[in-house]
């Protein structure tokens, strides 16, 4: 497994996983972080996708950073992750989320999964 962070040249891969996963939705969208991202207070987002040695999307997750004072922010993954929970793939997003929380200084990672 290895951690994907998509762009805009990418983009249709990620959205492509998004509308076919039974949890997809609209807050999980790469136009979704596009949109938060023109939110002041916020002008950051990551669309992370985990992927299998076929380079087929397994997990995803869409975590828009959210500005606080000191330097420091939290992150927001509305309507997600998109992921099999207590799988390996899932513990593999996990610590990757993690690794990212720690290199932005976040306080603390907002989810609410369907």
Aim: glycine share 8%; aromatic share 14%.
């Amino acid at each position: 497994m290895e951690l994907k962070i998509f762009h805009a040249e990418n983009r249709e891969e990620f959205d492509r996983f998004v509308l076919s996963h039974p949890w997809g939705n609209i807050h999980q969208s790469f136009e979704w972080g596009v949109f938060q991202a023109k939110i002041p207070g916020r002008g950051m987002f990551w669309a992370l996708g985990v992927m299998d040695k076929k380079g087929e999307v397994r997990a995803s997750a869409l975590l828009i950073k959210q500005e606080l004072p000191f330097g420091r922010c939290w992150l927001y993954c509305a309507r997600g992750p998109l992921v099999s929970f207590g799988t390996p793939v899932a513990d593999f997003l996990w610590e990757k989320i993690k690794e990212l929380g720690k290199k932005e200084k976040a306080v603390f990672l907002r989810i609410d999964p369907l």
